[in-house]
C-alpha cells in the first residue's frame, strides 16, 4: 500500500526556520514527484511547491521563493520541506502529496497525484 505520512509541525516564532519531513512507502520513491500542499484556517489548501525525480524545485507561490526548498533523500525515502524566514501567514497544515509522474506540472489538473499524507500543523506567531 503507497503511505505518505507529513510530520515535524510545531511552533515558530516570526524569522525562524522549521523543517518538516514527508516519510513515503510502498512504491519506488525515486522515480516520482513529490508535492507540498498547505491549507490555512478558513481558506482553501494551496500547492506550493514541488520536487521531481532530480531534485529540482518548482514553486507555485511567490510568497515562498527564497525562504522554502524541497530535497530528497531516495534511501530514506523522504522529502524535506526547509522553511527559513518564517511569517505569521505561513501557519498551515501542511500536506505532502505524491504523483505518478517524474515531472512537477505546472497545471494541477495533471499532476498525477494519487496520494496524500496526513497534514502537520505548522503555526508561527510572536
Known amino acids: 500500500d503507497v503511505q505518505l505520512q507529513a510530520f515535524g509541525g510545531g511552533f515558530e516564532q516570526p524569522g525562524g526556520s522549521h523543517v518538516l519531513s514527508c516519510a513515503a512507502s510502498?512504491?519506488?520513491?525515486?522515480?516520482?514527484?513529490i508535492y507540498w500542499f498547505r491549507q490555512a484556517p478558513g481558506k482553501e489548501r494551496e500547492r506550493i511547491l514541488c520536487?521531481?525525480?532530480?531534485?529540482?524545485?518548482?514553486y507555485y507561490r511567490d510568497s515562498v521563493k527564497g525562504r522554502f526548498t524541497i530535497s530528497r533523500d531516495n534511501a530514506k525515502n523522504t522529502v524535506y520541506l526547509q522553511m527559513n524566514n518564517l511569517k505569521p501567514e505561513d501557519t498551515a497544515v501542511y500536506y505532502c502529496?505524491?504523483?505518478?509522474?517524474?515531472?512537477?506540472?505546472?497545471?494541477?489538473?495533471?499532476?498525477?497525484?494519487?496520494?496524500w499524507g496526513r497534514g502537520t500543523q505548522v503555526t508561527v506567531s510572536s
Open positions: 502529496a505524491l504523483s505518478d509522474r517524474s515531472y512537477c506540472s505546472l497545471n494541477l489538473k495533471y499532476a498525477g497525484i494519487v496520494g
Open positions: 510502498g512504491f519506488t520513491f525515486e522515480d516520482v514527484a
Open positions: 520536487i521531481n525525480r532530480n531534485g529540482d524545485n518548482t
